[in-house]
């Protein structure tokens, strides 16, 4: 589980440096989280997931700002379609249900949330939206339904739900509290993630 070393990962300079670090540090972490996540929405949905570990090879210069693992029903990728993620950011882990990078459908993924808006706003309190992939911010539920909006009229609009820790929370100090509050969070994003797929 992840612990104050993980976090610490995104101080190490340079790219080839902090993707060892990563690489030693985290991605193990992915491993180990991401495997039971499979087995659990194999297990839910009866249909085959597959893991992805980010290994941020288009990066020349820059090291990566954070870092991920994505959890989807495709073999070669994850990103064409929603899927689920979790990942670290330097001040907080995330556990979203991803909607990035323009996936087919984009629009009727989108037309479908809104037209089902109470599968959001029966979540926990906790929950929280992100807008774009590539940056820190997060924005309370409240947020949800413009972003929905956005999210069906603009072409390069993104959308993730779900929950985070925070780098500080006295969840960490429990590795089997923390991997449960994980479990929990994708349990309840289901009901949204099966709105979401193809009519059979």
């Known amino acids: 589980m992840f612990t104050e070393k993980s976090f610490e990962v995104f101080n190490v ?20 989280i991401g495997t039971t996540l499979v087995a659990d929405l194999q297990q839910a949905l009866d249909r085959p997931f597959y893991l992805h570990i980010a290994q941020h090879r288009r990066r020349t210069v820059h090291p990566p700002e954070n870092t ?25 882990v995330f556990m979203w249900l991803s909607m990035i990078d323009q996936p087919k459908g984009q629009k009727e993924f989108a037309t479908k949330l809104l037209q089902n808006m109470s599968l959001l706003e029966q979540l926990p309190a906790d929950f929280v939206i992100s807008k774009d992939h590539t940056q820190p911010d997060y924005f309370p539920l409240t947020e949800a339904k413009p972003a929905l909006e956005r999210l069906a009229k603009v072409k390069k609009s993104e959308f993730q739900i779900g929950r985070i820790i925070q780098r500080d929370s006295d969840i960490w100090l429990n590795p089997k509290t923390a991997a449960h509050f994980m479990k929990e969070t994708y349990r309840q994003l289901l009901p949204i993630y099966a709105l979401l797929q193809p009519n059979d």
Do not use: N
């Open 13 to 32: 300079s340079g790219l080839e440096e902090r993707m060892t670090a990563i690489r030693e540090v985290i991605q193990s972490d992915f491993q180990e």
């Open 68 to 92: 991920w693992a994505a959890v989807g029903e495709g073999k070669r990728g994850y990103k064409m379609a929603p899927h689920f993620q979790v990942g670290i950011w330097p001040e907080y």
